[in-house]
């Protein structure tokens, strides 16, 4: 299991990686991707693309407002942070959305959230 950012009560929202083993003794393992990694972000939503090992993470509250970003964390060694840049329209900058992966289309579908406005 992988955990990406949050917050701890009070600004500034977090933008730390945690790594869950899910073996006979469970061990959290703090992780250090390459890249510059996404602004510390709240009530975003990821998926995990297991077909090409990546999380894609998206939207969220940053310290500024919601945002309409994407990153995306390869999980291979080295991982690492890329910020990508999307084509054509976009969702808003929202929170609380949910987000599913499709295997199939290799898309992330996001649904609902609070807008920006």
Do not use: C, K
Not at 40 to 61: E, P, T
Not at 71 to 92: H, Y
């Amino acid at each position: 299991m992988v955990v990406f950012g949050g917050a701890s009560g009070a600004p500034p929202s977090l933008n730390d990686l945690w790594e869950l083993s899910l073996g006979e003794s469970p061990t959290w393992t703090a992780i250090s991707p390459l890249g510059v990694p996404p602004p510390g972000l709240q009530y975003h939503s990821a998926i995990y693309d297991y077909l090409r090992r990546h999380m894609v993470v998206f939207g969220g509250r940053g310290d500024a407002g919601y945002l309409d970003e994407t990153w995306e964390l390869s999980l291979t060694n080295p991982s690492g942070w890329t910020r990508l840049e999307t084509i054509g329209a976009s969702p808003d900058g929202r929170g609380q959305h949910t987000a599913v992966y499709d295997p199939d289309r290799a898309s992330m579908i996001v649904f609902g959230g609070l807008p920006s406005a």
